[in-house]
């Protein structure tokens, strides 16, 4: 097994909310009590629906807010150890919309060449323009483009730009927040080949945060499944797909659309709708929408259960339930 390159221990990120006119504010645990190990080479797959906080755990890894409670660790070093601009050079993201992340009114050269710029590298102008060159042209994009600007890119190439800008740094570790959901279809496989491309050319560890599961499935090597701020259970990629344990990660699954004519949108039977993470379930949290639910389920919360399999947090698994 692979050393855990970044380590997320008991981690917790709280925030202080208003819960309505009158009513004061509450607290809401956007990541609560999450263990997780990134280790070196994968790509750890991070899923659930949106707002289960998977979003807020990438960025504490890019060091962007701090945990509230636990610890991350880089090489079993306290991220809060790091200064931002060593923990930048190592950790790099990929954000979600190439549209709004890239400066209108920067070149593309210039965007790429930023953070050399920030950090010291490269002081020598012409060794600088030439890494950003031979980065460019490592993602796909030809010199042509150095003096271009983001307006006159397609999507495609506007990811490009954002992956280029991550890997002329040479970090480790790459946080990946939805990087093809604002693309085509078309241009999606195009961009998940090349990060793996990159990955493999580089050395690279990813963080891959998505809700679309033919992605992760796609490139992937382990699977993580978030919810309500818990990971509830976390596998290697062919074994949770092939055989998902958690009625949650079944329910995610069944969810996904076929091409298959005439099936039309498939029932994922959660029955009621995301639960307030405001006002969460008492015991575990999924069991208003898990049609497996026992009546312990609504007393205490699951313990995690680790073994060959991988990991989940389920009462079905719990041998003094049964």
Do not use: W
């Not at 996904?256 to 498939?266: C, D, K, N, Q, S």
Request: net charge positive; proline share 7%.
């Amino acid at each position: 097994m692979s050393e855990a390159l970044l380590e997320l221990v008991e981690v917790e990120r709280r925030f202080s909310v208003s819960a309505g006119l009158f009513r004061g504010r509450r607290a809401l645990h956007a990541v609560n009590g999450v263990s997780l190990a990134l280790r070196r080479g994968e790509v750890l797959g991070l899923v659930g629906e949106s707002g289960c906080g998977k979003s807020t755990l990438g960025r504490m890894l890019l060091g962007l807010m701090p945990a509230s409670a636990g610890e991350i660790r880089l090489e079993g070093r306290p991220l809060a150890a790091f200064s931002t601009r060593e923990l930048a050079r190592r950790v790099q993201p990929i954000f979600q919309d190439p549209y709004s992340s890239l400066n209108p009114r920067k070149t593309v050269g210039a965007i790429v060449g930023l953070p050399l710029a920030v950090h010291g590298i490269e002081a020598d102008a012409r060794a600088r323009r030439k890494r950003v060159q031979e980065t460019m042209e490592r993602v796909g994009l030809p010199p042509r483009f150095f003096h271009s600007y983001p307006n006159q890119l397609s999507g495609g190439q506007r990811q490009r730009v954002a992956i280029a800008r991550a890997l002329v740094m040479r970090p480790e570790i790459l946080i990946c927040d939805e990087p093809t959901s604002a693309l085509d279809v078309s241009v999606q496989s195009q961009i998940l080949n090349l990060l793996e491309d990159m990955r493999r050319e580089f050395d690279l560890t990813y963080l891959l945060i998505s809700h679309n599961l033919a992605v992760v499935e796609h490139i992937a090597t382990r699977v993580a499944v978030m919810y309500l701020g818990r990971i509830v259970e976390e596998a290697d990629t062919v074994q949770l797909f092939r055989a998902p344990r958690h009625p949650y990660t079944r329910a995610l699954l069944a969810s996904v659309l076929t091409p298959e004519p005439g099936l039309g949108v498939p029932d994922t039977h959660l029955g009621v709708s995301y639960p307030n993470p405001l006002d969460p379930p008492p015991g575990c949290t999924f069991h208003p929408r898990c049609g497996e639910a026992m009546p312990v389920c609504r007393e205490r919360a699951p313990a995690a259960l680790a073994d060959v399999r991988g990991r989940v947090e389920c009462h079905l698994y719990d041998n003094a339930v049964k």
